[in-house]
């Protein structure tokens, strides 16, 4: 079953990361619907801004965001996924490494610092 990953946000709301499954415009999960085949056979033109991910940022990076940078750091196999999304392919750590690894290419250990908020944010 696939899950919605909660990140804890600012005065400790929850921060849901993910689709929102609504049951009529969106019936299940995006991969499920592309594994049984149904969806439009349309061409689609997706975005995104790199600013998208500011809301990770503020809660990695926030005093209460301490304790969800330290277990990335600790880690990444598990994390790294589901920071980016990616807990539904087929290798989602290697894919997830290949990705931090791309748009941060300095940071060869995956451990993270305030100094990468902004380099991370835009990656998520």
Do not use: W
């Amino acid at each position: 079953m696939l899950k919605l990953v909660t990140l804890q946000g600012p005065y400790n709301t929850p921060i849901p990361i993910g689709p929102s499954i609504d049951g009529s415009f969106l019936p299940d999960h995006p991969v499920v619907l592309l594994k049984q085949g149904r969806y439009n056979k349309v061409d689609v033109i997706s975005g995104n801004t790199k600013d998208d991910a500011n809301g990770v940022g503020i809660v990695l990076f926030s005093e209460n965001g301490k304790q969800v940078l330290q277990e990335l750091n600790n880690n990444i196999t598990k994390m790294g996924p589901i920071l980016l999304a990616m807990t539904e392919n087929e290798n989602p750590t290697y894919l997830a490494q290949r990705v931090l690894f791309k748009y941060m290419p300095y940071n060869k250990d995956f451990n993270f610092t305030h100094e990468d908020e902004v380099a991370l944010t835009q990656v998520c």
